[in-house]
């Protein structure tokens, strides 16, 4: 460990979340070790039954700018209202943060070979929310701080008269393993240590790292604090369940991530990869489905929708997308949100807990990861404090 190292933090995990928490960590000065059963690798390598639980693989993804409530409450809020508003005002902020960073790596001249596209975002809403028609341009940019562009669309722009609410804005997608694979590089470079590794309990990882043992071939220093990034926990949450995405990777690029919401409660989305490597059409969204083969019905079904929703991406003369292979995943949703708080763990030390992401979390990645180095900051320095 150098001399200027704040101290040794182990994180578990090596998804969206792990890799971004640590990369986050290594730039704040943290000697930061990953141990993860999973790690990124070219897609095509990844197993889709295997690694179904590896969910970083399987996303789409892009970001969607989720507008976290109506400015003004048409009547006054319960308290259960209260704790949604200060939830969901907290992940748009993590959503503020990530766009900034992938804005960042944009000005280092790195989008490109960390897969990041920026491009237009186009919502078709049939039964919009109030969040959604108290949204102006306006808004958009005092209140809720989009950045870029944001333009409520007209009604002669929507795809159909089902469509009641429209609008455009600046967003970003990844090509997901090219941008975990990105990342990785980054953790490397900055001298972050990475092994392919199960463990069972956070316990084992403390144990693991006791100073001076020699583990892979290293003489590793102790963990001050670890972070779990396992995406749904280390088996202990009972508030944690997938919510099963199947999508469609298509032959033909797309200019925009487009998202229908139909009445029905089912969506229709397109997520482009970017760099002439496809683009994802999707998608369901079932709570508690389990199964990992994929439907060709429902392969059939969101190809339908989209191509009726968005023919414009569809090449010249040509009536149906060219699908290229159907993709499982299973997001990690939780009860009452994503967990981003640290725990004292008995026996073992502080572990800075950061799972449950369900379908946002690569849009959320940078927020949570600055959430872990900030909760690791507080621990060490009130412990070192109390040390002194
Ligand atoms: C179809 C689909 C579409 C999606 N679209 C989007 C989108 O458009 N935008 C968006 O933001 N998100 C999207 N998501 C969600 C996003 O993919 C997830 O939120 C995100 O990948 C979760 O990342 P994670 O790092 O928390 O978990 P994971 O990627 O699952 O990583 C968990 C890591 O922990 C490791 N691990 C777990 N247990 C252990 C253990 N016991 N010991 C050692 N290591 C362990 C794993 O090996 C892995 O390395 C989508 C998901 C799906 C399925």
Redesign the pocket.
Known sequence: MSNKSKGHVVV????????SSALALLEANYTTTI?????PAPFESIDPRGQI????P??????RWVPPFPTVPSTPLTAAQQSEHALRAREHAFSLSTFHRMKHFQSQNQAQQAGITFLKGIEYLETPGPEYLSLTAERASQELGLPGTFRVLESHEFPDDKITWGCEYDTWCVN?MQYCLFLLGQIIARGGKVFK????STAEVFQLFSDGVKEFGETLPKADAVVN????G?GDDELVFPTR???CLVQEPCEATVTRQNADGSWTFC?PRGYGAGTII??TKEPDNWDPKPDPQARERLLRAFEGTYPKMLAEGKTRLTPVRD?V????TRKGGLRLEGEMVDGAGFVMHA?G?????????WGVAEGVVEGIKGYLEKERGSRL
């Open positions: 578990i995990g090596a998804g969206v979340i792990g890799l141990l993860a059963k999973d790690l639980n590896f969910t970083s399987w996303g789409g993804a892009h970001n997901p590794r199960e463990v069972r990034a396992t995406g749904v280390m995405g199947q999508t997520v999707g998608g993709i995943g299973r997001r990690p799972y992401l369900g379908g946002r979390g690569y849009e959320l990645s």
